[in-house]
């Protein structure tokens, strides 16, 4: 009795079709796919590398440099 529900799930299983449907780009809610097109800057740009390490060394210096002011101003 077992083997005869564990061979109709296998068959049922087996011809049923998966499949899926291409997203549709003419919608809205739809965004290009590839490489560089799921962040909101461009990395081809003229100087990029400059203002990236000028943008990491302000954020990771910031609050070093508040630190020392706040350490050294007048009482």
């Known amino acids: 009795m ?4 564990a061979l ?3 068959t049922t299983v087996a011809r049923r079709g998966f499949s899926t449907t291409r997203a549709q780009l003419s919608s809205p809610y739809h965004y290009p ?5 799921n962040i909101p800057f461009n990395p081809l740009t003229r100087f990029f590398a400059v203002r990236y390490w ?13 630190a020392v002011w706040q350490t050294k101003k007048n009482k």
Do not use: C, D
């Open 2 to 5: 077992l083997s005869q529900t």
């Open 8 to 10: 109709r799930l296998r």
């Open 33 to 37: 796919e590839g490489p560089r097109s």
């Open 54 to 66: 000028g943008f990491m060394a302000v954020g990771f210096g910031l609050p070093f440099g508040i």
